[in-house]
């Protein structure tokens, strides 16, 4: 079986088997064992603990080789040193994708057992292997869930079309955590640790073939292999839009990495060539991976880089005005046929250029006329719309009103939006209505940019 | 009296009238009667409206000058045609602090109107006035609250150590709900509108003398005089840190201040000089106004530039390393006795070096170990103190031990956390507790570095 055939295994088995098993609340094996018998997945879950007949109510085997029937899928929670032998059991037992969550090898310097586990992993090539030292993969859809984090302190999020790969579970998993939060959909989540057989690489371009996939998150410290990667990014680039964030590209940051996942880091300079060259969208920040996810999932591509602003806020129509002179963009000169119609429904001293300013008393009906105008003006390619909720001139339905017009655009438009929970409460019912929002203009324009970059090649 | 003695009266008055009081809901008037009849202003409140006897049960005066007893704070909500009529009954009546909220004047060019109003200004040099066309000021220890925005839909943060002078309203009154989300203190507010008479550089100086203003944040789009803003600036930021963010950095941005507030924006290269020469503290963005004023308000300042990263998630290590050199800080080498007491607590591949890696299974006590020996090295000047909530190990106390150690720490530090509704309870705890918080590593080294160049002047 081809190796992108495999991994379907680590998202969609139809039996798993839980080695490390554990009846110790808070230990990974209990937490790992838990996540699969109170959740909703509808394979069949084995555990495997030689210490117990049962581990939390579950019938539990001495090996895996003790299991009568397939396994298509083990997660692997028990301690570094017999890691080698279970991943032996499982190869003879011929499943089919395993993760090994246990950390202990390479990233703490133990190379005879990386080798061990190694030699393990050249004997059983049909078997592909997550890890070790990761959080493992979740794919929501069919409630495929390896990470040993208890729900009550990580949120899943629900199931959408980003999907994430991260060499650090840590950085991972708090993604999902505001994710979930935020009521943000995630559709495939890979934290691929030492990545010993599975890299980085290896997931990009299954991910890339995703059909469910639309958009593809990416932390990473070090590639595997220089130009495999090379060459999967060109070729997945080109069909989705590949974020990512690059852990070390100082110098010192760098050295830090060889502690955490034993990959080198590479320089900054090969990494911003790479980028360039490929097509992939470099985040500079956790928080643009953040930003740029959310506007390429849910808004169309840019056919051009001029931004109109919207707003009841003076200053903020300000600092957006910045934000998009400072990102490279430009602005927007909106049509006469759109000053005109605006100018029908706002006092006569506001401001129709761009930002468009309905002033700080605007009602509905402004924001109505002025972003139907704007949406159908070909002298707009973008919008920046700024909504602050708290004004009482604005009905409590606003949210509604504007998703309802927002559901046919064919530009991208981003709400922007400041301030506590009533401004929360009506951001969310956009962003699950899949209009993206941001909390700040400069952000927002960073954003727009690029997706014009990644617009202008594709 | 003298202008800086005269400033108390809007923020400690004994007796306010509502000018405009009105009955109509969701009206400008209507809110801000509401606000200080439901509130819990202490002093006596006047409504004038000669429309009405009652308006909201409150007995109404035909005019100002009706009312018998002295008012010594008036805010004005009536049409701007009326109100250099309004203010000159102000005048007559010796109110002594002036909010004008209404706008319409020279912000939409009405020229005529402003100077009409200019003019009333003059005549009674005793009266001072804020505004027009501004949300007014709020001190929320005494309940005064000018604001028109109804608490359900902007939630009024605690009584705090941070002030906030805003030109924009629309950004002064996000800020305010951030904070009151959030539970963030903000102690005095003040939005200024079009500035006819007290402008930036007063409202500075106040903020300079007054004592329960720890740090002091503004948003400015332009300056009404130069001279007299500069050398304010310069002895107010001695005294307590200035974070400022100014709007039309960008020339485009800076044409879009004048249809905004009527005031000339200036150049940005003035600006820079002028933050430079007086110490300003320079936000670049909104979300730096927030995280400057956290860390300026809660942290003690630094001795010296020497940054230590704790963690429990590797590749937050990565990024946060990444942050402190690019931000042009420096790594802390920690100290053997350092190295020494944390190795004990740690299994042996933890890397104890700058990040301090406790590992992803790092429990309270290697973070209590790793915390008070950090606190007590001479080679660390701050700490990034990162913390993932989500890991299993970590009590749910951990964030009260935390607190608890860092009460009576001598240098900054920050605790960095992701995630959801977890990790945003315990970060809840810690800043209720007067410790900085942050999401993200890079912001957090950006502010330790405003904070590092601040603390190098003083």
Redesign the interface.
């Given at each position: 079986m081809k190796k992108l055939d495999l991994m379907q295994y680590f998202f969609t088995p139809k039996s798993i088997a839980v080695i490390g098993a554990s009846q110790d609340k808070?230990?990974?094996g209990f937490?790992v064992l838990e996540n699969f018998a109170k959740g909703k997945y509808k394979g069949k879950l084995y555990a495997v603990n030689p210490k117990h007949k049962k581990v939390q109510g579950i019938q539990s085997y001495a090996s895996i080789l003790d299991v009568q029937e397939e396994v298509e899928h083990a997660i692997i929670t028990v301690p570094a040193k017999i890691v080698p032998l279970v991943l032996e059991q499982c190869g003879k037992k011929k499943v089919k994708a395993v993760t090994i969550v246990s950390?202990?090898f390479a990233?703490?310097?133990?190379h005879v057992l990386t080798e061990k586990l190694q030699a393990v992993m050249n004997t059983y090539k049909n078997m592909k292997v997550i890890g070790p030292n990761c959080l493992g993969q979740m794919y929501i859809k069919e409630h495929v869930d390896a990470l040993?984090?208890?729900p009550?302190?990580?949120?899943r999020p629900k199931n959408g079309t980003v999907s994430f790969i991260?060499?650090?579970?840590?950085?991972?998993?708090?993604?999902l955590?505001?994710a979930?939060?935020?009521d943000y959909g995630i559709n495939k989540f890979i934290s691929y640790g030492n990545a010993m057989d599975i890299d980085e690489a290896d997931l990009l371009e299954y991910l890339g073939e995703d059909k469910e996939t639309k958009v593809i998150a990416m932390?990473i410290?070090g590639v595997r292999n220089g130009r495999k990667f090379f060459k999967i990014a060109k070729k997945v680039a080109k069909r989705k839009p590949v974020i990512l964030?690059k852990?070390?590209?100082?110098?010192?940051?760098n050295?830090?990495?060889l502690?955490?996942?034993g990959s080198l880091a590479g320089s900054a300079q090969v990494y911003k060539a790479v980028f360039k060259q490929t097509g992939i969208i470099h985040a500079?920040?956790?928080?643009q991976v953040f930003d740029f996810a959310k506007l390429f999932s849910n808004e169309p591509l840019m056919k051009g880089n001029r931004i109109q602003t919207i707003?009841?806020?003076?200053?903020?129509?300000?600092?957006a005005?910045?934000g998009?002179?400072?990102s490279g963009l430009q602005?927007a000169q909106p049509s006469s046929a759109t000053k005109k119609a605006i100018r029908k429904v706002v006092p006569?001293?506001a401001?129709i250029?761009?930002?468009i300013?309905l002033?700080?008393d605007a009602d509905d009906k402004r924001y109505e006329v002025a972003v139907k105008a704007c949406l159908a003006d070909k002298n707009i390619d973008a919008i920046i719309l700024i909504l602050?909720?708290?004004?009482?001139?604005l009905s409590k339905n606003i949210d509604k009103v504007m998703e309802k017009i927002l559901k046919t655009r064919k530009k991208p438009v981003i709400v922007m939006s400041?301030?506590?929970?009533?401004?929360?409460q009506h951001k969310k019912h956009l962003e699950r209505h899949n209009i993206a929002t941001f909390?700040?203009?400069?952000?927002a324009a960073h954003a727009l940019k690029a997706m014009y970059e990644y617009g202008k090649k594709h």
């Open positions: 808070g230990s990974v937490v950390a202990g990233e703490i310097g133990d040993f984090l208890p009550y302190r990580l949120k991260s060499q650090s579970g840590a950085l991972g998993s708090a993604i955590d505001w979930g939060a935020r932390y410290e964030i852990g070390g590209m100082s110098e010192e940051g050295k830090a990495t502690s955490h996942t500079k920040t956790m928080k707003t009841n806020g003076g200053g903020y129509g300000v600092l005005t910045d998009i002179i400072q602005l006569s001293y401001i250029e761009n930002p300013d002033t700080g602050l909720f708290q004004v009482p001139t400041a301030g506590g929970h009533y401004a929360a909390s700040s203009p400069f952000p």
